[in-house]
């Protein structure tokens, strides 16, 4: 099984409408992540949370809403969607903390299409 | 403000060495790591320099100067299975990624 998990894998919307990323993971890590990427843009950050009462903004925190339902669960909302939010939308963890190396690990990604 | 700079593309034949560089400019700094990512996949681990120098892993290496804010990946008897896109991530209070190098390999 997966350690990072996402869902949906794919998802069509309509503009205005309100939807839900979900990301599970497995790792026991505290730190989790969501990233989007476009083509020729990389990842960039949306938001963070270093443990369940810790949430972050990132840098395009516009737009977008997270929770924090558990350790292992990190939910993305999009309040009422746009289609210039069509992207890759990437979860990730990692486990460790300031000062010291960081690994990520993503999970297999939301493709994302609002109409 | 915080950036990192990556050749948009670099193109290479198979069997041979080939470098993509990594130039950084962020508040603070504790590392620099890259990533791979093949079409359709997700990003994964390659390295990580938190100190100035190389580090080695198989066929692939990567180097730090942090007097310089400047990093490279290298990556030897390239194979056809590289072809994939590489990014620069600088660990700060938060992971900053590059825009990505798409790296093409010739046969």
């Known amino acids: 099984d997966a350690d990072v998990t996402q869902t949906p894998r794919n998802r069509i919307t309509k503009t205005g409408k309100r939807i839900m990323l979900e990301c599970s993971q497995t790792?026991?890590?505290?730190?989790m992540y969501w990233y989007r990427q476009d083509p020729g843009l990389g990842l960039r950050l949306i938001y963070y949370?270093?443990?369940?009462?810790?949430?972050n903004k990132g840098e395009i925190s516009d737009g977008y809403s997270v929770s924090r339902q558990a350790q292992a669960k990190f939910s993305l909302s999009l309040e009422s969607a746009i289609p210039n939010q069509t992207a890759l939308y990437f979860c990730?963890?990692?486990?460790?903390?300031?000062?010291?190396?960081?690994?990520?690990?993503f999970g297999p990604g939301t493709r994302l299409l609002v109409l | 403000g915080q950036s990192l700079e990556q050749p948009s593309e670099v193109t290479a034949v198979e069997g041979a060495i080939v470098q993509i560089n990594c130039t950084y400019q962020?508040?603070?700094?504790?590392?620099l790591s890259w990533y791979q990512q093949h079409d359709g996949g997700a990003p994964t681990f390659l390295s990580y320099?938190?100190?100035?120098g190389l580090e080695e892993t198989g066929r692939f290496s990567s180097f730090l100067s942090r007097s310089d804010s400047y990093g490279y990946l290298l990556l030897q008897e390239l194979q056809m299975k590289d072809s994939a896109s590489y990014f620069c991530?600088?660990?700060?209070?938060?992971?900053?990624f590059g825009k990505g190098t798409r790296l093409h390999i010739l046969p």
């Open positions: 962020t508040s603070g700094f504790y590392g």
């Open positions: 320099n938190a100190l100035d």
């Open positions: 991530a600088v660990r700060d209070d938060k992971i900053i």
């Open positions: 790792k026991g890590h505290d730190r």
């Open positions: 949370s270093f443990d369940v009462k810790d949430i």
């Open positions: 990730a963890t990692s486990d460790a903390g300031q000062g010291a190396g960081e690994t990520q690990y």
